[in-house]
C-alpha cells in the first residue's frame, strides 16, 4: 500500500489558520484538517475531532474507539 504525501502548501497554512478561528481548534489539529481537505480525504479516524466539522471540510469523521 502507498501512503499519500501532502506537502503543506500556502493554502493549507490559510485554511488551518481559518479553522483556528472559526472552529476553536488548535493550530495543530486544523492543520491536520487542513492537509485532509487539500488531499481530498473523504473519512478521517480520530479520537479528537466529532463529526461536527463535515459541513466544513467535507469529509466524515470517524471515532475508532
Known amino acids: 500500500m502507498l501512503w499519500k504525501l501532502i506537502v503543506p502548501s500556502e493554502n493549507v497554512f490559510v485554511r488551518a489558520e481559518q479553522l483556528t478561528a472559526s472552529h476553536n481548534l488548535s493550530f495543530w489539529d486544523a492543520m491536520i484538517?487542513?492537509?485532509?481537505?487539500?488531499?481530498s480525504i473523504t473519512r478521517l479516524y480520530t479520537e479528537d475531532?466529532?463529526?461536527s466539522l463535515k459541513q466544513t471540510?467535507?469529509?466524515e469523521i470517524v471515532n475508532p474507539f
Open 33 to 39: 484538517v487542513a492537509a485532509c481537505m487539500e488531499g
Open 57 to 59: 471540510t467535507g469529509f
Open 49 to 51: 475531532f466529532d463529526n
